[in-house]
């Protein structure tokens, strides 16, 4: 059973702060590369950071950077996105992602999303 959990979305008003997390669970989560994407009505779905396995390395969309930072706790199973100085563009839902990052064999699970909304 593989399974990844969005938690920590919500309304905020520009200018301030969430941090969503993801829990996951039936997998070796330490072996996955780490990201967040993010899709909001009428637009494509778009990467918004990633996270290496096991950590460390990161990467961000140009959006983004400067205001986000992702994070990892292997040993808890979960990872973060810390998002600050929020846009009222921020609004989306955001969706983690785990991608196998051990060889070139494709493997990939999402999670449900969990809804952002930045008030203008």
């Known amino acids: 059973q593989v399974q990844l959990v969005e938690f920590g979305g919500g309304l905020v008003q520009p200018g301030g702060s969430l941090r969503p997390s993801c829990a996951a669970s039936?997998?070796?989560?330490?072996?996955?590369?780490l990201s967040w994407y993010r899709q909001a009505p009428g637009k494509e779905r778009e990467l918004v950071a990633t996270?290496?396995?096991?950590?460390?390395?990161?990467n961000y969309a140009d959006s983004v950077k400067g205001r986000f930072t992702i994070s990892r706790d292997n040993a808890k199973n979960t990872v973060y996105l810390q998002m600050k100085s929020l846009k009222p563009e921020d609004t989306a839902v955001y969706y983690c992602?785990?991608?196998?990052?051990?060889?070139?064999?494709?493997?990939?699970?999402w999670g449900q999303g969990t809804q952002v909304t930045v008030s203008s």
């Open positions: 992602n785990a991608r196998y990052a051990l060889s070139l064999v494709s493997r990939s699970y």
């Open positions: 039936g997998f070796t989560f330490s072996n996955y590369d």
């Open positions: 996270i290496t396995s096991p950590g460390g390395n990161t």
